[in-house]
């Protein structure tokens, strides 16, 4: 099983060592720049920048696509929930069928689910009436609206290129009204430009920018950091720098640091770089490293020249090559294991820049007293099979009763694990 | 702005008056309203308004017009989805699928992809096609569109498709006036020139 193998290199202390012996990235890319023997010389490889840039032409490297979810939900009678895999005394059930391309989770205070789309142009809500669950469209006709978050009542949402939100949302879903603009001084950038959102302890909303390519090193005052701003839109900051494309954070429960996932480029390597999870404290680094360091320890072929990784702030943990490590969520539930106390959930929707595919499952990071990573180890497992994806992770929640919401949004489906009972 | 022109609300012109309509009107191929896809009537009736101006034998012979054979089925259903709900706007698509359900969709794409795929024919320059395929090298086209360019999965076809759609379609998505379902092909051609772009269209389009 791949994750096993994933996972051992994992194990915080001594990833790097143990991940760089094996597999000596360096050594068997093509040179940068340098024609891999399969192009006849006379055809220029990628301009420096492009987005394709250290893709080879090695046939096994032919026919790595992206895969696209389909846009039309998965019927709830063919829904995998069967496949998927949870540790002795967990049970995994069909939450809600019909949430298509569901992305971010978020749970309002009266108990509504709310749910984010990449690929198409509508959030949903998910909510109980007349004792029967029921799906609807709360907004439509937005670009990308991947992230949610809510506060005291409202729902923001942020679309490619802005945020915006609607008032009282739980008392309004059956007439919802159109959101209003918070602030939409983002980059129109469809590469990494949909966003994943949240409110911190501070009150401020958190808003990525993610890098508008593979690996390019563009302007760090418009790409590849974080931003927070105040809830009406006003006083936006840059809080990190370095940070490629970020689809999941959230804050220690009781240390307050944010804590955010980060996807390593695409077309280095099969095993290099793996994403990362993150730790933003008052005395680290405020640079991430990207372009020019990955993984804390893996300088990029073309921009990491004459640059040190000992100048930016390095992972907490590695999460596996090209997994694609998006929503995570502190466990804050009371009824899970003492164990997942204060644990982070991370969903990895599962590669595609690699042949044997890495990644689908939700992995559990058990964090040491002081906020360093214990372990990481397998949690909801069984959506990768036989090198295809049957569904694909992408956020998960904690709901009021401590179960836990995963979205899929390969089938347009929200599952829910709970234990016991 | 081009970025705002997928917002619902937007009043498009109806299908009958959009240019590429106009300029079938004025090749006599059909009447205004023959277009339309009927709501009733076999698989067959209902998509001949469609090949009237895809072409039926999978090879479109309207300008600006794309040709459907060969075509994975994913990317059908994906299309006829974004043209449903407006997230490409495109005239007369909008219009045209605006009532179909999503059964409609799924048996649609699956019946177009059942059209041949288009073949190359007459001579091409072999200056402009070895530039093509350098471009295409650079640009590594193939992992995606798969080596011969035939798609798959949610990925189109491009091999021998009109030449005219290729440069229209290229350069809507490197304004993102086009963004794609997956932003992935924006991502490509933001990186292309306008000479590149009528290199490819060229290549792609004799392609054999």
Not at chain 1, 77 to 106: M, Y
Not at chain 1, 136 to 153: D, Q, T
Not at chain 2, 33 to 54: F, T
Not at chain 2, 76 to 101: C, G, H, S, W
Request: net charge neutral; aromatic share 8%.
């Amino acid at each position: 099983m791949p994750i096993d193998r994933a996972l051992r290199a994992l194990a915080v202390t001594g990833s790097v060592a143990c991940l760089l012996a094996a597999a000596p990235a360096g050594a068997q890319q093509p040179a940068p720049g340098g024609a891999p023997a399969a192009v006849p010389a006379a055809q220029p490889p990628p301009a420096p920048g492009s987005a394709l840039y250290g893709r080879p032409d090695a046939p096994g490297a032919m026919r790595l696509a992206p895969i696209a979810p389909p846009p039309i939900p998965t019927p709830a009678d063919k829904l995998p929930v069967a496949k998927l895999k949870a540790p002795a005394g967990f049970k995994v059930e069909v939450f809600a069928a019909g949430v298509a391309n569901a992305r971010s989770i978020r749970i309002g205070d009266k108990g509504t689910v709310f749910v984010g789309a990449r690929l198409i142009d509508k959030v949903h809500a998910i909510r109980e009436k007349d004792g029967k669950r029921e799906v609807k469209v709360i907004a439509s006709g937005l670009h990308r609206p991947n992230g949610l978050a809510l506060h005291k009542g409202a729902l923001y949402i942020a679309e490619l290129s802005k945020v915006s939100r609607i008032d009282a949302v739980e008392d309004n879903l059956d007439n919802p009204p159109k959101p209003t603009l918070v602030n939409d001084q983002f980059p129109k950038d469809e590469p990494h430009g949909w966003k994943f959102i949240a409110i911190g302890p501070d009150d401020k909303l958190y808003v990525p920018v993610g890098a508008n390519a593979n690996i390019n090193d563009p302007d760090p005052n418009h790409y590849a950091h974080i931003r927070r701003m105040n809830l009406d839109g006003s006083g936006m900051e840059i809080l990190v720098r370095g940070v490629r494309n970020t689809v999941g954070f959230d804050w220690h429960p009781t240390t307050k640091e944010l804590y955010f996932t980060d996807n390593g480029r695409d077309w280095l390597s099969e095993d290099v770089p793996e994403d990362e999870l993150n730790r933003v404290t008052a005395a680290g680094k405020k640079h991430f490293g990207y372009p020019y360091c990955h993984q804390g320890n893996f300088r990029d072929p073309e921009f990491g020249w004459g640059h040190s990784c000992a100048d930016y702030e390095p992972p907490v943990a590695l999460l596996g090559a090209h997994t694609a490590a998006l929503g995570m969520r502190f466990y804050t539930g009371a009824m899970f294991p003492a164990e997942y106390r204060n644990a982070i959930f991370i969903a990895r929707r599962g590669s595609w820049n690699r042949t044997e595919k890495l990644g689908g499952d939700i992995v559990v990071a058990k964090l040491n007293p002081d906020g360093s990573v214990k372990s990481i180890e397998p949690f909801l497992t069984g959506f990768l099979e036989n090198n295809n994806y049957v569904a694909r992770p992408v956020d998960v929640e904690v709901m009021k009763d401590g179960s836990l919401l995963v979205s899929d949004d390969f089938n347009g489906a929200v599952y829910r694990v709970s234990y016991g009972g | 702005m081009a970025a705002e022109r997928g917002r619902p609300g937007a009043s498009p012109r109806p299908a009958c008056l959009s240019k590429p309509f106009l300029k079938i009107v004025a090749t006599g191929a059909l009447l205004c309203g023959a277009a339309l896809p009927s709501h009733s009537g076999s698989l067959q009736e209902r998509l001949a308004p469609c090949l009237a101006c895809h072409g039926e034998s999978g090879r479109s012979e309207t300008p600006e017009v794309p040709s459907l054979g060969g075509q994975p089925p994913s990317f059908l259903l994906i299309q006829l989805y974004v043209f449903r709900e407006r997230q490409r706007i495109a005239e007369p698509m909008n219009e045209l699928t605006k009532d179909l359900t999503d059964d409609d969709l799924r048996s649609f794409s699956d019946e177009l992809a059942k059209l041949p795929a288009p073949v190359a024919a007459g001579p091409a320059d072999p200056a402009r096609m070895a530039m093509g395929a350098a471009l295409s090298a650079r640009h590594r086209c193939g992992f995606c569109h798969s080596p011969d360019f035939s798609g798959q999965n949610q990925i189109p076809r491009i091999a021998v498709q009109r030449e005219d759609y290729l440069v229209k379609a290229l350069r809507e998505y490197s304004t993102q006036e086009r963004r794609g379902y997956d932003p992935s092909m924006v991502e490509i051609a933001r990186q292309l020139s306008e000479a590149d772009i009528l290199d490819l269209a060229y290549y792609l389009a004799n392609w054999r």
